[in-house]
């Protein structure tokens, strides 16, 4: 199968069935054609993906395109954008159509869950990558910032953590009990924020997506807000899946590990006051912003710097 053929048979109808107002020129031209709104931003994100590093050997290729395109989308989440499109820059070692159709797939549920239009791409021939760019629209001045944390702000995450990290454990296990599932689960289809990061668009002051882990992607708001922080670790979701799996460790996973794509966010306590239950019930306060330095858990132990670790491409592996 050729470039071109691979082109309209697998990914065209992923065009045509998830079409976005936005997009004037999609997939087949020269380049995509995308109008903005009079009134909005175009926020724009992308991520690449590899094999073995990213994500596993021999990965299920369903499985490949649901979290590509959920990873991607996660950025829009973080910062209040609404999703309008994306592109993908697909490399293959071969053109394997069993491979391509299962891929094409899993890219369009994902697509369709999402609210995401494939725009267009290109597809190459080389060891197994991805790189997706999203778009996403925010009405200007609306869009949250990794900048805007400041001194008594409380910092709230969503969903549990560590579920995704936990599952790195479990992914070469022929028939996982239900709390192996459960993390799995969490790591195989994990579910941008997308409406949350809507919502908080009036009460956030700062948000950020947890895919470097708690600790880490924190110190980032932390490090642009040029601000600190005490957070409590009593506080801090977990699934009860990764307690009964992990026991007393289960903290560590929900500090350390990433590929969760919750939101962590700072909310002033004005707006905690006034924002809709509906939105409290989705948010957990782990602690508070302060003007001092540093990320202090439990008041006794100072996270800072590199000692807010977190996945790092030039270090390691996942």
């Not at 997009?23 to 995308?34: E, I, K, T, Y």
Request: hydrophobic letters at 40%; aromatic letters at 8%; a negative charge.
């Amino acid at each position: 199968m050729g470039e071109f053929e691979l082109i309209r048979q697998y990914f065209m109808p992923l065009a045509r069935l998830h079409g976005s107002h936005s997009v004037v020129v999609g997939p087949g031209d020269d380049c995509a054609v995308q109008r903005v709104p009079s009134g909005f931003d175009l926020v724009f994100s992308i991520d690449t993906l590899i094999e073995g590093v990213h994500f596993p050997f021999n990965y299920r290729p369903d499985h490949l395109a649901w979290r590509a395109l959920a990873v991607a989308a996660s950025d829009l989440a973080a910062m209040g954008a609404a999703p309008s499109c994306f592109t993908l820059a697909l490399t293959i070692p071969e053109a394997n159509e069993p491979w391509l159709r299962d891929f094409a797939l899993g890219l369009g549920k994902a697509a369709e869950s999402f609210g995401l239009a494939l725009a267009g791409g290109d597809t190459t021939r080389g060891p197994l990558t991805l790189s997706l760019q999203v778009h996403g629209f925010v009405e200007q001045g609306s869009g949250i910032f990794r900048s805007g944390a400041r001194p008594g702000d409380l910092i709230v995450v969503s969903g549990p953590l560590g579920d995704a990290g936990a599952a790195l454990d479990y992914l070469e296990v022929q028939n996982p009990t239900p709390d192996e599932q459960c993390v799995l689960e969490s790591y195989h289809h994990p579910q941008p924020r997308l409406k949350l990061g809507l919502a908080l668009r009036h009460f956030a002051t700062a948000a950020i997506d947890v895919s470097d882990g708690l600790l880490a992607d924190l110190n980032h708001i932390l490090e642009a807000s040029n601000v600190g922080a005490s957070i409590e670790r009593s506080r801090v979701p977990i699934s009860s899946a990764l307690t009964r799996l992990k026991g007393s460790a289960a903290i560590d996973y929900a500090l350390h590990s990433g590929d969760d794509y919750e939101l962590c966010a700072t909310i002033t306590e004005a707006n905690w006051a006034k924002a809709p239950q509906s939105l409290k019930q989705q948010l957990t306060v782990i602690g508070v912003i302060e003007p001092a330095p540093g990320l202090r858990l439990d008041g006794t132990v100072v996270v800072s710097g590199s000692e807010a670790t977190g996945f790092d491409h030039f270090r390691r592996k996942a």
